[in-house]
Every structure is written in C-alpha cells, then in structure tokens.
C-alpha cells in the first residue's frame, strides 16, 4: 500500500540555528497524557482559543494545498495519522501550547472555513477524486459526498499533553525530538509560542517584508515558514543589545532577549525600531564588502557555500555602527583581505567559526579578534563588547 499522509517537513533539509539540548533536569512532577480528541472538538478549543494557533501563522504556511488534502483525505478514510502534541499553559490551566501538529491544526482550521483562515480547496486528492476541486461548502451542497464532513469531524485524532513542566528546556527537548526524523527545525517556532509579545510580533512582520533577510535567506516570496529570519533578527538584536550579559547559551539568551523587549516594549520600541535600521546598514555593507560571499568563511583559496551564523553576528555588529559601515566601505578591499588573512593566520579565531561557536571563549575571541582587526585597517574609533563570565 502506498503512503496516504506525509509527516510534516519530510521532505525539508534546513539547519538547526541553535543548541536546544541543554536540559537541566526532568522533574518528577512532570506529566503526559494522551486522549483521542475528534477533529470538531479540536477546532472548538482552537476557536476558544483554548489551543493557542495564530491565525496568522498562515503567512509561513509550510504545507500546500495537495498536502493539506491528503490529511483531510486520511481522516475521512479513517487512516491513522501522527498524534498531535500540546503543553498546558504554566500560566493559564486549560490553555495549551502547540508543541507538534501547528500544520494539522492549521489545515483543519482551513478546510471548515473558519473565521480568520483562508478556505481550503481540496485538490490532488488519490482516492476521493469527487471532492477534487471543492470546499467544505461544495461537499455540504451534494449529497452523495456530505457525509464526508461527519466522517471528519468525528474522525479521532491522539492528543498528547504536556503538564506541570517546570523548565522550558523540557518543551524545546521534546520539539526537537519529535522532528528528529524529518528535518532540524528552528525553535523559534515554540518561542513565538511561549513568549508572544510586542517584540515578538514587531520581529515576525519586520522579518517577513524586509528585503535584505529575504537576501540572505534566498527568498524569492513568502517568508520562511520555520522561522528561521524571525530568529535571525531576534539574534541580532540580542546581541546588539544585550551582548556583555550573554553566558554561553544562545537559547536562553534569546528567550531572555524577546521577554525583556516583551516586557519593556514601551520604553524599548523605539530602540528596536532603530536597530532594525542598523540592520539594513549591517546587511547592505557586508554585501557591498563581500559580494555574494557575505557571511561565509574563508578557506584559503575560496569562500565556504555555507551560510555562518557566528560570522554574521560579528559583521552585523560592528557594519551595522553607521561611522565603521561608511570608512568599511570606503575600504572594501582593506577589509576584505583582512578577513581573509585572519582565517588562514589566526587559528583561535578560525576556530572561533568553526567548533563551539556558541561558548563564552569563542564569542569572545571572535568578537575581540575582529573588532581589533577593523582598528587596526580602518583607523577610526571601535568600541569591542565586554564578553565574561
């Protein structure tokens, strides 16, 4: 028998952005149970907003319309299907975080034609060819297919829920495992879950039009769907920001960025709405210094394909000073070379790259490194950050 219902981002091959694995302990306290939930009861509490799902996740839909139609397809033919996962809500009993399932949620949402969700068109569908082509409404309209709209809303689909968790860590834990399979995802899927806010909403749509992390990311369209230019920005305001107090976990750091700015997004707005200016800056002089090769390492006779992260949090912090950006620039092939030279000649720095890059010595070392290589080429004032224990 052929496979009837693709687990999310199966067929997906992107990056993990951070370490997610720095679990402190599993508390004893900690429970998991599973329930068969039917799929109307699902999109009650979805619509009570008992289970937390934007609706305007839909912008970074990752699914297409012939995926979400196999799932609807699969809970009408009553085939088995991945369970969801939720976590309660520390802060409200009875209200639950999507860990795993967003997708299924999503499509569910999508196909009643629910307020707030784009309609679903089922299309491409392998075995109920009739309903090729139609909506929920098309469907309620004949009669030999509207029993298919009961099949679905009492078809059952196994809910696992997460309660009395007492470190996030537990949560990103479980997030990833449960992909491990499929593809690495970023989390910053589950912060946007555990820490909504002002920031974090203000770092979603920024992320989504700006047009240099659409550069960066090769983005022709939509914004991506697993985040990754949400965290990318999150990133970089951090460190922008918060750099002499990070301690070596890039997680939690940036958890504890967006819930200082979430917290503080009166007197932080308009500092952020700055930084983001920055970022264009940062992002338009690496480029013009760099060429299609920004933030990529050097090997000797050649630039490294791949995208490095720890690269650009050390060009996106000095080019984004407007002052360092304007002499960069002035001095393209200065700079150039001086990277260059520092990833053949300067081992602690290479290394700085390349193993670890999220410890406390090597944030520090690169930092350092090449904020003194910039003074040194540039001859203009460089203030480097203060990276300690």
């Not at 297409?64 to 520390?90: D, M, T």
């Not at 979603?204 to 022709?220: A, L, P, T, V």
Request: glycine share 4%.
């Amino acid at each position: 028998m052929g496979e009837f219902y693709y687990g999310e981002d199966d067929d997906l091959n992107y990056d993990m952005i951070e370490d997610v694995s720095n679990v402190k302990s599993i508390s004893s306290s900690l429970l998991l149970g599973s329930t068969d939930w039917t799929a109307d009861t699902i999109v009650s509490q979805v619509e009570k907003k008992n289970i937390l799902l934007d609706p305007d996740f839909q912008r970074r839909d990752a699914w297409k319309a012939p995926r979400k139609s196999a799932f609807i397809e699969s809970l009408i033919l009553g085939f088995p299907i991945p369970q969801i996962v939720l976590a309660e809500n520390k802060n409200k009993r009875g209200s639950f975080i999507v860990i795993d399932g967003k997708q299924r949620l999503l499509t569910l949402m999508q196909f009643f034609g629910k307020k707030g969700y784009s309609k679903l068109k089922l299309t491409n569908l392998k075995i109920l060819t009739k309903c090729n082509n139609k909506t929920i409404d098309d469907i309620k309209k004949d009669l030999s297919l509207s029993h298919y709209i009961d099949n679905v809303e009492n078809a059952a689909i196994r809910t696992v829920v997460i309660k009395n968790w007492d470190d996030e860590s537990i949560l990103y834990q479980i997030f990833l495992r449960l992909n491990t399979n499929t593809v690495s995802l970023s989390p910053q899927e589950l912060r946007g879950a555990l820490h909504p806010g002002p920031f974090v909403k203000f770092a979603d749509e920024f992320s989504e039009k700006n047009k240099n992390i659409k550069k960066i990311f090769n983005i022709k369209k939509d914004p991506d769907f697993r985040m990754r230019d949400i965290e990318l920005f999150i990133r970089f305001v951090g460190f922008k920001l918060f750099i002499e107090d990070y301690r070596g976990n890039l997680k939690k750091f940036l958890d504890d960025t967006c819930l200082i700015l979430n917290k503080n997004w009166d007197t932080k707005e308009s500092i952020v709405n700055e930084i983001a200016d920055d970022f264009d800056i940062g992002v338009s002089t690496t480029y013009v210094i760099f060429g299609k090769n920004a933030y990529h390492k050097w090997i000797k006779n050649g630039y490294e394909n791949k995208f490095n992260r720890a690269i650009f949090d050390i060009m996106m912090y000095y080019f984004s000073n407007r002052d360092i950006s304007e002499t960069a620039k002035q001095n393209k092939v200065l700079v150039k070379k001086c990277f260059e030279s520092l990833c053949e000649n300067n081992n602690e720095f290479m290394s700085s790259l390349e193993r670890t890059t999220k410890s406390i010595a090597a944030t520090k070392t690169r930092y350092t490194v090449w904020g003194n290589a910039l003074y040194e080429t540039l001859g203009i004032e460089i203030k480097i950050p203060v990276v300690t224990k």
